[in-house]
């Protein structure tokens, strides 16, 4: 493998809020970038900063030996990389794919970017556009290590944190997906709520301090959760799971008596009470995910 890529210029193919994010951090840090993406105009300021829009995706790649696609989905970047021209373009560069997806998705593109010669890296970005090129940006990356530290310059332009998770490609799309997991029924949970609590005339402003309140409890929990997970225990003597089933059985009564739906919230009832059932009572609610792994019961 070559290390000897010209990390001056970038290519980034994909301009969505998140891809214009990038290629602005590239410009920032005075890279020579590239630019393309499948609609026209999205370009504009960014060339008005000094990128070069290019016509055509593989004009795109062949300005740069460093590729970053960041698309809504791996469909779409497929739809780019698969091109015949495109894939040619590409031989012999650095492809990172920023979009998020599932790691059979990131593992088979590796594959297919292997059969092309082109070296691949997988990424996933835990943070929202406003962070790119701030120290508060999150990136996770998986793949070869030594195509990740070649690289890795012309990727800390891009401002914030940069893991590398290991040499499967997978692995970061595997972290997006577990940390998505997170972020999306809590997501569910503070819709529901806003919802329950409206009804009861309460507006989101005078809950939203409490609100603050109970996500402030968690992350101490998820790092002492965690620890228990790995080690199998799950005592609950503190919170056994028997009360937390109680408790979610209440915001399901509430809920339901103002005709608010409460299917997130029973499906959980359910994973609680399946643990009481298997004679897990007296552990705490992460137990469920010994149950959700079907194993430990
Ligand atoms: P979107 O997820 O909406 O992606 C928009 C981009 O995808 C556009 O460039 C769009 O092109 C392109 N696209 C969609 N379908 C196709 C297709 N079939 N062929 C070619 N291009 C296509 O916006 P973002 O830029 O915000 O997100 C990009 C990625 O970054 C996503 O995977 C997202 O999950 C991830 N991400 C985004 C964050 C954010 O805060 N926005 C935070 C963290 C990760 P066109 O303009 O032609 O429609």
Not at 15 to 24: H, Y
Not at 87 to 92: G, I, P, R, T, W
Not at 186 to 194: Q, T
Request: hydrophobic share 45%; glycine share 10%; net charge negative.
């Amino acid at each position: 493998m070559s290390t000897y890529d010209d990390q001056s210029a970038v290519t980034v193919l994909g301009l969505g809020p998140m891809g214009r994010a990038l290629a602005g951090a590239f410009l920032d840090a005075g890279l020579r970038t590239t630019v393309w993406n499948r609609t026209p105009g999205r370009d504009a300021e960014l060339v008005a900063r000094g990128a070069t829009a290019a016509g055509t995706a593989e004009e795109a790649v062949a300005a740069s030996d460093f590729v970053v696609v960041c698309v809504v989905n791996y469909d779409a970047s497929d739809a780019i990389l698969r091109q015949p021209a495109v894939a040619d373009a590409l031989k012999d560069r650095t492809l990172v794919n920023l979009t998020a997806d599932t790691p059979a998705r990131a593992r088979d593109t590796a594959d297919w970017a292997a059969a092309h010669g082109i070296r691949y890296l997988d990424g996933a970005i835990m943070t929202p556009t406003t962070t790119i090129g701030t120290p508060e940006a999150v990136f996770l990356h998986s793949g070869p290590e030594d195509v990740y530290r070649a690289h890795q310059p012309v990727l800390d332009t891009l401002g914030g944190t940069h893991t590398h998770l290991g040499e499967d490609v997978g692995r970061a799309a595997a972290y997006d997906i577990a940390l998505l997991d997170i972020f999306w029924t809590a997501m569910a949970g503070y819709a529901h709520a806003l919802a329950a609590a409206r009804a009861e005339g309460i507006t989101g402003r005078e809950l939203a301090p409490f609100a603050q309140g109970i996500a402030a409890i968690l992350p101490p929990l998820f790092e002492e959760f965690a620890g228990d997970a790995d080690a199998g225990n799950y005592s609950g003597d503190l919170n056994p799971i028997t009360s937390a089933a109680s408790s979610m059985s209440h915001i399901i009564e509430a809920s339901e008596a103002h005709a608010i739906e409460a299917s997130v919230m029973r499906a959980v009832e359910g994973q609680a009470r399946r643990v009481i059932a298997l004679g897990h009572g007296t552990d705490g609610f992460i137990r469920v995910t010994d149950l959700l792994s079907r194993h430990g019961h």
